[in-house]
């Protein structure tokens, strides 16, 4: 019986994928023909998958905490 190993994208190259097809959403990727329209992407779901892809790299990459720190001061 044979095995095969099915390689598994990094998050960042997944983010990638999703930026560039947001990019080409952006760019027009509907398609009319004989009063038909199909679109090859769903813009909203590849915003919320950028999303998601962008905290988990995030977290991959040890940046799940961040503090801003503000001083006022009066003169």
Same mark, same amino acid.
Do not use: P, Y
């Given at each position: 019986?044979?095995?095969?190993?099915?390689?598994?994208?990094? *998050?960042? &190259?997944?983010?990638?994928?999703?930026?560039?097809?947001?990019?080409?959403?952006?760019? $027009?990727?509907?398609? *009319?023909? @004989? $009063?038909?329209?199909?679109?090859?992407? @769903?813009? @909203?779901?590849?915003?919320?998958?950028?999303?998601?892809?962008?905290?988990?790299?995030?977290? &991959?990459?040890? $940046?799940?905490?961040?503090?801003?720190?503000?001083?006022?001061?009066?003169?």
């Amino acid at each position: 019986m044979g095995f095969f190993i099915m390689a598994v994208k990094s *998050t960042l &190259e997944q983010l990638e994928e999703v930026q560039s097809a947001i990019s080409n959403i952006m760019l $027009g990727q509907e398609v *009319t023909h @004989d $009063g038909n329209t199909w679109k090859m992407a @769903d813009l @909203d779901a590849l915003q919320r998958r950028e999303t998601m892809l962008l905290k988990r790299l995030r977290a &991959e990459q040890g $940046g799940g905490l961040s503090v801003n720190a503000v001083r006022l001061s009066r003169e």
